[in-house]
């Protein structure tokens, strides 16, 4: 019989995809363990035709496969121990939360299909199956600006350690937590114009909408990222384009291709790196700063 347990109360076990990690086991300073593993998820749809006996029974046979679902290859074991809740999160939904991290960080093709209540590489030895909870699995999974070879680095997992103490305290931002729920959730629309909306959403929470409209706000985006110069104004520039794009999708437009949803989605990942990185969403008073008065290291 599988382990009746509460995920919210035990070490997890997450199994990530679309990502490999070649270093040795590597621990953080939370207690987050990261290491290599391999598993295959099977997600087959299956047909019962008689109602169980009782609520919570098995369905009886016969049963048949239906073509449809979807497998997953786990390369990567990441091990939560009990104590880590992330600002308004409960414990399982702090797995997704460093997976987020992982995209956050540029590893855009990461997802953790499954999380296990044991190691996956002592299941087949088990005298009980373990509990296995599916967490990301979407018939949807656009992965934007995907590395050529997806790999979990040293520098991937310090910018993790390193940061972990800001990214927790920003969870618990509203602005910061749907910006980063939308740079998540675009991933997971299929129409390029809705996943636009979305990501431009997320951007507006971390630079609210002026009276000026685009031009501001794009000098604002361009002025948080890079410091005066040439580069600054072609930034400024393509993101006023993209809020054009952006508004001629909320309005039924419809954009070619993928081009600008995933240019979109650099730029919020960028802003929101940059805000883990500072600790804090940049004020107005900041942003104007920014705008207006040339650093002296930046002159």
Do not use: C
């Not at 109602?51 to 786990?74: L, R, T, V």
């Not at 305290?169 to 636009?196: H, K, Q, Y």
């Not at 081009?259 to 650099?266: D, I, K, L, Q, W």
Request: no cysteine.
């Amino acid at each position: 019989m599988s382990e009746n347990i509460d995920p919210n109360e035990i070490t997890l076990f997450a199994g990530l995809s679309g990502v490999d990690y070649a270093g040795n086991p590597v621990e953080l300073s939370n207690g987050i363990r990261v290491s290599s593993t391999y598993a295959h998820l099977f997600s087959p749809r299956l047909v019962a035709f008689d109602k169980p006996e009782s609520s919570g029974d098995p369905h009886p046979g016969p049963w048949e496969a239906a073509k449809g679902g979807q497998g997953y290859d786990i390369h990567v074991e990441v091990e939560v121990p009990e104590s880590i809740k992330v600002g308004p999160f409960d414990h399982l939904n702090s797995v997704w939360w460093f997976a987020a991290l992982l995209r956050l960080k540029g590893n855009t093709s990461v997802q953790v299909p499954a999380v296990s209540s044991r190691p996956f590489n002592e299941i087949p030895g088990l005298n009980e199956r373990p509990s296995i909870w599916p967490i990301e699995e979407s018939d949807t999974r656009v992965a934007y600006n995907p590395a050529e070879n997806p790999e979990i680095t040293s520098e991937d997992l310090e910018w993790i350690e390193t940061h972990w103490k800001h990214a927790a305290e920003l969870a618990a931002v509203e602005d910061f937590r749907t910006a980063l729920e939308a740079l998540d959730g675009s991933m997971r629309i299929a129409d390029p114009n809705l996943a636009l909306v979305m990501l431009w959403g997320g951007l507006e929470r971390i630079f609210p909408p002026q009276r000026a409209g685009g031009f501001r706000r794009s000098a604002y985006l361009a002025a948080y990222l890079r410091p005066p110069g040439q580069k600054r104004l072609e930034l400024q520039k393509e993101i006023k384009d993209l809020y054009g794009t952006r508004s001629h999708a909320a309005h039924g437009g419809r954009p070619d291709d993928y081009v600008p949803t995933a240019r979109a989605h650099e730029i919020l990942r960028k802003v929101l790196v940059k805000v883990v990185e500072e600790g804090e969403i940049p004020s107005r008073d900041r942003l104007e700063e920014n705008l207006f008065v040339a650093r002296d290291s930046q002159r």
